[in-house]
């Protein structure tokens, strides 16, 4: 079965520093695709970024990066120099490849809250 | 904009009650999904369809049905509501299949009196 664990229900920050959001997944395919969506107190979800399972490099789009390593089945996201803007639920999501259907398997997100 | 379009955006409706939640998809995407989100259960996938025809099925309830038309806009209908139906729902859309990123629409909240 897939799951995907975000055991941070809350964090809270303060502007400028860093942050990291855990995601843990469990999935007995060996083709997938890891997602990350941000949703904002106005409540849409918004797509971050996707990861295939065969590219384990890192991603850097501006202030945020994702750190993704299959021996540990985490895929990792960090907020540099955070921003009151930051303020959201941020889910991590897990789909398989090539099958039936590539259904969203959605983490419980964690609540990041940026503290000017 | 994620060029999803769900309508309407809020629903108050009663218990026993029948509603209809619409959603248009991106232009050109073929796939469209549908979620739930409450607090208890998280966000569920309820179900896809794929050009028109059903392509996988979730926690979706009996009570609950949906149908994707020829223009690709679908629907998803939910009948004898209850208390616990209360939730915002999500539609989303991808360009098929193959783990391509799901764009989602603004939402639906429904609210069971």
């Known amino acids: ?16 520093e860093d942050v990291t959001l855990d995601c843990v997944y469990e999935t007995r395919d060996t083709t997938y695709y890891l997602f990350w969506y941000k949703q904002p107190p106005s409540g849409e979800l918004v797509f971050l970024i996707r990861r295939n399972s065969f590219d384990e490099q890192n991603e850097i789009s501006g202030r945020y990066s994702w750190n993704f390593q299959k021996s540990t089945s985490s895929f990792n996201f960090t907020i540099t120099a955070s921003q009151v803007v930051d303020s959201a639920v941020y889910f991590c999501a897990l789909t398989n490849y090539g099958g039936a259907t590539n259904k969203l398997i959605f983490g419980t997100g964690t609540l990041l809250a940026v503290q000017p | 904009d994620s060029g999803v379009t769900q309508t309407p955006k809020h629903l108050i409706t009663a218990t026993g009650q029948r509603v209809t939640l619409r959603c248009s998809p991106r232009s050109g995407d073929l796939s469209v999904y549908w979620y739930q989100q409450s607090l208890d259960q998280g966000l569920q996938f309820l179900i896809q369809y794929y050009n028109g025809e059903e392509r996988a099925k979730g926690n979706i309830l009996e009570r609950f049905s949906a149908q994707q038309f020829p223009d690709l806009h679908s629907e998803l209908n939910l009948s004898s509501l209850e208390l616990g139906d209360s939730a915002l729902y999500f539609c989303a859309s991808s360009a098929g299949q193959g783990g391509q990123p799901q764009h989602f629409g603004d939402g639906t909240r429904l609210s069971i009196l």
């Open chain 1, 1 to 16: 079965a897939q799951k995907v664990t975000q055991a941070q229900t809350e964090i809270s920050v303060v502007e400028k």
